[in-house]
């Protein structure tokens, strides 16, 4: 998706960035694993994955999102609808198509984790 020269970057962040298993409905898990991938786009600001970087913390905090409305965490949903604002328009306006297109279609989906939720 991101060509050989993003393979091993891939890989490091794979084994770096610790994934959970079942967020449980929660925004906790979400909310760290875009936190990990922010760590690292920040030590890493021309890595090869950025455009996927982008994709993936936008996933995350629109997962955030819809748990912390879920949990009627009060003030977080706001928050996070704008941090996934930033990072969806990030991977949207990408240069790789497949990014953006998928940044496009994630945007319009009604829900990405928890249905009822609706869109940031």
């Given amino acids: 998706m991101l060509g050989a020269s993003a393979r091993s970057e891939a890989k490091l962040f ?4 610790p994934l959970c298993i079942e967020w449980e409905g929660m925004s906790e ?7 990990l ?4 786009l920040d030590k890493r600001s021309n890595t090869p994955i950025k455009s996927f970087l982008h994709l ?16 009627h965490t009060k003030g977080l949903h706001p928050i996070l609808a704008r941090q996934y604002k930033e990072y969806s328009e990030k991977a949207i306006n990408s240069s790789n ?5 998928i940044a496009k279609e ?14 940031p």
Avoid: N, T
């Fill in 106 to 119: 994630m945007d319009s989906l009604p829900y990405v984790y928890l249905e009822g939720m609706g869109r």
């Fill in 56 to 71: 993936f913390i936008a996933h995350r905090l629109r997962s955030a999102y819809e748990a912390a409305k879920q949990e």
């Fill in 37 to 40: 991938a922010e760590q690292w």
């Fill in 14 to 17: 794979a084994k770096a960035v």
């Fill in 29 to 35: 898990g979400p909310l760290e694993e875009a936190g």
């Fill in 97 to 101: 198509k497949l990014i953006s297109c």
